[in-house]
């Protein structure tokens, strides 16, 4: 890898939103989010308070340099975590909450408003350069998906929705908790700035701003 290649900064950062300019660094960033920042309550009509809670997806930093991008050295990998949680409504001597009622349903997704990320020429394999992997608990549910298109070059935008299970087509989490009782999906976000051994030039002075976002849907 040549010298030349500029600092590269990546930052998911857990407020939205935020802007940053650095003179001849080549960066990205995400921002996080829980529903919309919001913790919400549901009220069945028992009168018994059921509970939701997004937890907010910490900062992650990603910083590369000449030196990092060296010929032989490693990717750059950051690692950051999130949490849904969810507290079914309890049981009275009325009424005793069915599975309906003690169903809490939400999706996941990365939403990317602005990426000019693109495969460097002297990718001719179109390999990975910029990639990003989900995991809920021990599962993982998109793995090293890139962020960049390899047939346009162009930096991938709009929203990488998150499915249930691996490579799946459903995109509605659910969590069914036992009356009174609380479950919790555990998330781990990575990005990951790959070290091809080659020439990433075209890649230096790029810029990614997308949002990690928990949204509460209605269960089907």
Same mark, same amino acid.
């Given at each position: 890898?040549?010298?030349?290649?500029?600092?590269?900064?990546?930052?998911?950062?857990?407020?939205?939103?935020?802007?940053?300019?650095?003179?001849?660094?080549?960066?990205?960033? @995400?921002?996080?989010?829980?529903?919309?920042?919001?913790?919400?309550?549901?009220?069945?009509?028992?009168?018994?308070?059921?509970?939701?809670?997004?937890?907010? !997806?910490?900062?992650?930093?990603?910083?590369?340099?000449?030196?990092?991008? $060296?010929?032989?050295?490693?990717?750059?990998?950051?690692?950051?975590?999130?949490?849904?949680?969810?507290?079914?409504?309890?049981?009275?001597?009325?009424?005793?909450?069915?599975?309906?009622?003690?169903? @809490?349903?939400?999706?996941?997704?990365?939403?990317?408003?602005?990426?000019? @990320?693109?495969?460097?020429?002297?990718?001719?394999?179109?390999?990975?350069?910029?990639?990003?992997? $989900?995991?809920?608990?021990?599962?993982?549910?998109?793995?090293?998906?890139?962020?960049?298109?390899?047939?346009?070059? $162009?930096?991938?935008?709009?929203?990488?929705? !998150?499915?249930?299970?691996?490579?799946?087509?459903?995109?509605?989490?659910?969590? !069914?908790?036992? $009356?009174?009782?609380?479950?919790?999906?555990?998330?781990?976000?990575?990005?990951?700035?790959?070290?091809?051994?080659?020439?990433?030039?075209?890649?230096?002075?790029?810029?990614?701003?997308?949002? !990690?976002?928990?949204?509460?849907?209605?269960?089907?």
């Amino acid at each position: 890898m040549e010298n030349k290649k500029n600092t590269i900064l990546l930052t998911v950062i857990a407020v939205a939103t935020l802007l940053v300019a650095v003179v001849g660094a080549t960066f990205a960033y @995400f921002t996080a989010s829980g529903a919309q920042g919001t913790t919400g309550d549901v009220t069945v009509s028992t009168g018994t308070a059921a509970s939701s809670e997004f937890g907010v !997806i910490k900062a992650l930093n990603l910083y590369a340099d000449a030196t990092t991008f $060296a010929q032989g050295g490693a990717d750059v990998t950051g690692e950051t975590t999130g949490s849904v949680k969810w507290t079914a409504p309890g049981a009275t001597q009325e009424h005793t909450p069915d599975e309906a009622e003690r169903s @809490f349903c939400y999706t996941a997704a990365l939403n990317i408003t602005a990426n000019t @990320f693109t495969v460097s020429a002297a990718n001719t394999e179109k390999l990975n350069e910029l990639e990003f992997t $989900a995991k809920k608990g021990e599962k993982v549910l998109l793995d090293k998906v890139s962020l960049v298109d390899m047939d346009t070059k $162009a930096g991938k935008t709009g929203s990488i929705n !998150i499915p249930t299970t691996a490579d799946g087509s459903e995109y509605t989490h659910k969590l !069914i908790a036992d $009356a009174g009782a609380s479950l919790t999906d555990e998330w781990t976000i990575t990005v990951t700035l790959k070290n091809l051994d080659m020439n990433q030039n075209e890649n230096t002075g790029k810029q990614l701003t997308g949002q !990690i976002a928990f949204t509460k849907v209605n269960c089907a």
